[in-house]
């Protein structure tokens, strides 16, 4: 499969179209029969990368615009067609649960149990990443409304992470 890529126009306010990736990044996760990593990708069980949701947004002369791209990340051979038409559906079905007011809270309100359920490394160990360097290491914890993720450290203290500041990667344990 080459990169799966479409552009939605969802019926939000522009505040709420960060909420796209993640609907997406779900979408294609209930289509495999995967698990989402935190904020827009998409793994197997076993945490093996499968592919990555990448999304702008932008404003023309008939209004909000979202291109969304699903880049593979494995040798799995993808149906760009069908996770197309699963991303289309679920941004449709989001947009109508925000324009019904379900969304006031944030924009994942609507899909955020969906999301936790599908999310891969919650509760585990993980290293949160700047610039591909480790720059702390604790639990996940949390993911609120906004997208932000909240990682534990050891000390107590809680980080909480926007999507644009830091990645997250699981710490495996390693036998010795």
């Known amino acids: 499969m080459g990169v799966a890529s479409l552009t939605l126009r969802p019926a939000v306010p522009m505040g709420h179209v960060t909420g796209v990736p993640f609907v997406a990044a779900l979408a294609v996760a209930g289509a495999l029969d995967a698990r989402v990593a935190w904020p ?9 990368p499968i592919a990555s949701v990448r999304a702008r947004a932008g404003y023309d002369d008939e209004g909000i615009y979202v291109t969304c791209d699903v880049v593979p ?30 969304a006031a809270a944030g924009p994942l309100a609507p899909v955020l149990s969906d999301y936790f359920d599908a999310l891969a490394s919650m509760g585990e160990d993980v290293e949160v990443l700047r610039a591909g360097r480790a720059v702390a290491r604790g639990t996940l914890v949390a993911v609120d409304v906004w997208g932000r993720a ?6 107590g203290r809680e980080l909480e992470l926007a999507p644009e500041q830091a990645e997250l990667r699981r710490i495996v344990a390693r036998c010795q």
């Not at 827009?40 to 093996?48: I, R």
Request: aromatic share 2%.
């Open 73 to 102: 990340r494995c040798e799995k051979n993808l149906d760009a067609e069908a996770l197309s038409c699963a991303v289309r559906e679920a941004v449709d079905a989001w947009a109508s649960s925000v324009a019904a007011g379900r």
């Open 40 to 48: 827009h990708d998409v793994v197997g069980t076993d945490e093996s």
């Open 150 to 155: 909240t990682v534990r450290l050891a000390d």
